[in-house]
């Protein structure tokens, strides 16, 4: 079984801060990959970054970093200069990799507002 | 342009009556899936499906039927709609597990 938490249910930055979004998992797969989606009000899921758990390296994409912690289950998003564009429901989800069945678990996801 | 569409976007229906929400792909994707969403819940797995006649239940099947008669199409059928059923539902299709395109959402109201 796999279970994804994200504990801050809203998160406010000020405009060119950085932020960090928390999630940690739980899972008994031995290979697995973990995703962040946003979504804006307007509705549409987008995906952001993925990180396999056998990278040795922290995912990048532009402005945003996966800081992947492998002993501690985590897998913090981390949005470097933000801007008012980012504000957005953000989820973490993750997906074992060792069987063909493609099931994506989500966590129940943190509302950033970015503030001027 | 690589896409998944979804229709309809907005669907209000009585329950009991059945509907079908249309999902298709355009990039020869293997992987298809349908999730829900709901307040506080984030997404849920509907029903998944590895490739043409393979389908298999995710964490909310009861009340969904799909099919994949075609690799590019994976609609889900409703045969008789309750109000708990009321939410905002997500198509996504796969082609490696790595990412996941998702459609634009359809946002089903049973009254």
């Known amino acids: 079984a796999q279970k994804i938490t994200q504990t801050q249910p809203g998160m406010f930055v000020q405009e060119k801060e950085a932020v960090t979004l928390d999630c940690t998992y739980d899972?008994?797969?031995?290979?697995?990959?973990l995703f962040w989606y946003k979504q804006p009000s307007s509705g549409e899921m987008i995906f952001l970054i993925y990180?396999?758990?056998?990278?040795?390296q922290n995912a990048t994409e532009g402005r945003y970093s996966l800081n992947f912690q492998k002993a501690r289950k985590s897998a913090n998003l981390v949005i470097s200069a933000s801007q008012l564009g980012d504000s957005a429901m953000y989820f973490c989800?993750?997906?074992?990799?060792?069987?063909?069945?493609?099931?994506?678990?989500f966590g129940t996801g943190t509302r950033l507002q970015v503030t001027l | 342009e690589a896409q998944v569409t979804q229709n309809p976007r907005y669907l209000i229906t009585v329950t009991g009556k059945k509907l079908t929400v249309t999902c298709s792909q355009n990039?020869?994707?293997?992987?298809m899936s349908w999730y829900r969403q709901d307040p506080g819940l984030g997404l849920r797995q509907i029903y998944y499906?590895?490739?043409?006649?393979?389908?298999d239940k995710g964490d909310v099947p009861e009340g969904y039927k799909v099919s994949r008669k075609e690799k590019r199409n994976f609609p889900l059928i409703l045969e008789s709609p309750s109000p708990n059923q009321t939410s905002l539902y997500f198509c996504?299709?796969?082609?490696?597990?790595?990412?996941?395109?998702f459609g634009p959402g359809t946002r089903l109201t049973v009254t």
């Open positions: 996504a299709s796969s082609r490696d597990r790595v990412e996941q395109y």
């Open positions: 899972t008994s797969d031995p290979s697995y990959g």
């Open positions: 990180q396999g758990s056998y990278d040795q």
């Open positions: 989800a993750m997906r074992g990799l060792e069987r063909a069945a493609s099931k994506l678990t």
């Open positions: 990039m020869n994707h293997e992987y």
């Open positions: 499906s590895m490739n043409v006649e393979v389908t």
